[in-house]
């Protein structure tokens, strides 16, 4: 079944599109790997216990109102202090209340981007994705992130190591960085 798209000026829905696409692509590896996802009705969240905050990430799924804010705040604070990782992020398609009386800080507005149906444009002969199973994709992976996206406090982190219950977790001295 084809979804239906919406009307280009239909900035409604393609938020709400846009933030369940991105809920969908930040909880993948971590679900995956059978580390902490949490759904709830208004946002969910996702840790994949990383230095970088990136990955630790939760994205709304509606608009926040002032009013629910300290709550959502608070919810998000206990899911991501009961996992050893980094600092986590709030990714919202709608605009927020301020949320720094929460401890929170403003990194920016992401962008709403959107490719119509239709034909593709030629893939470069020399791109190749695969799916990172083993060590040295995982360190592939961290290498684009560090160098590629400037998460420069990935370097902090001893890479990933495989644990014995075969999930991927940080090396012990970021554990400390989140209360």
Known sequence: MIPVIPDLADLDAWRER?????AVFWEYIPYAMSLPCERWEDAW????????????SATLLRPLTE???PELVARLGAF???QPGGPW???????T??????????????PLMVRLPGALPPTL???????????????DLDNVMIHGYRCKNLLLCSILSHTSAGKWAAAETIASRRP
């Open 125 to 139: 002969p020399e791109l190749r994705i695969v799916e990172a199973h083993d060590d040295a994709t995982l360190r």
């Open 67 to 69: 009013d629910a804010a």
């Open 97 to 110: 209340p301020d949320l720094s009386a929460y401890g929170m800080q403003l990194m920016g507005h992401p």
């Open 80 to 82: 991501y202090a009961g």
């Open 45 to 56: 969240a996702a840790d994949l216990n990383s230095l970088s905050p990136y990955p630790n």
């Open 89 to 95: 992020l709030i990714w919202s398609a709608w605009p």
């Open 18 to 22: 846009s933030a369940r696409n991105l």
